[in-house]
């Protein structure tokens, strides 16, 4: 599936590029390419608060975390501290974790 970047390259900027608007199509590409850039900036921020399968991967670094159990659907906040022991509680009894961000 094409991106939202890759299909305004392909498709609208390749045709605001041809006279006769060209001052005004060049505002447009530049109001596109930040409004894309904005959107790539959210999608990253939003890829960091997500919530991940423990099986797709545990946390890396020491620290406070959100768990949750699929079939209980009640968040819980664990202090991580990447042992080993921790690491089979996790997997044993939890689904889902999700990292604690900040406000910056």
Do not use: C
């Amino acid at each position: 599936m094409e991106t939202m970047r890759e299909y305004w390259e392909k498709h609208i900027r390749v045709r605001f590029n041809e006279p006769p608007n060209l001052i005004l199509d060049t505002e447009l590409i530049e109001f596109g390419s930040k409004a894309l850039d904005k959107i790539d900036q959210l999608q990253a921020k939003l890829e960091q608060h997500r919530w991940i399968l423990v099986s797709e991967r545990l946390p890396k670094e020491k620290g406070y975390i959100n768990v949750a159990n699929a079939k209980l659907k009640i968040p819980q906040t664990w202090y991580w501290t990447n042992t080993n022991d921790e690491a089979q509680r996790l997997k044993a009894f939890m689904t889902h974790w999700q990292p604690i961000i900040l406000p910056e």
